[in-house]
């Protein structure tokens, strides 16, 4: 069995920082490609980047570029998101996946090439 496990979201300042992490729960599963999604309230689930496991190149929806860094630390399972300089559109539930796959849809943000989802964690916005 496999499991994405997200830490606890919370609420940020605009301008601020925020990291969330994704642990991988699995004793032998391995993901080809790792990515951070987010889906604003009422509105359609978004890619926000995506990391290549292997050689850890990453890729940025251009929301973000910049301000937003995939990070991963392979022998503890662990993903990372840092999110910088936040802006109140950068609010809503975030999600990390995983491919077992590698695809070039996936690299990109293409959410049906992915096959785990964690259960989300909450971000929000305010001063």
């Known amino acids: 069995q496999v499991q994405l496990l997200e830490s606890a979201g919370g609420s940020v300042p605009p301008g601020g920082s925020l990291k969330l992490s994704c642990l991988l729960v699995?004793?032998?599963?391995?993901?080809?490609?790792m990515a951070w999604f987010r889906q604003a309230l009422g509105k359609e689930r978004e890619w926000v980047a995506s990391?290549?496991?292997?050689?850890?190149?990453?890729y940025y929806a251009d929301p973000v570029k910049r301000r937003f860094t995939i990070a991963q630390d392979k022998p503890q399972n662990m993903w990372y998101l840092q999110m910088n300089t936040v802006v109140p559109a950068d609010a809503g539930q975030y999600f990390c996946?995983?491919?077992?796959?590698?695809?070039?849809?996936?690299?990109?943000?293409?959410?049906?090439?992915?096959?785990?989802w964690g259960q989300g964690t909450r971000v929000s916005v305010s001063s």
């Open positions: 990391i290549h496991t292997d050689d850890g190149s990453t």
């Open positions: 699995s004793s032998t599963e391995r993901m080809r490609i």
């Open positions: 996946a995983g491919t077992r796959s590698f695809t070039h849809g996936a690299l990109l943000g293409v959410a049906r090439e992915f096959d785990t």
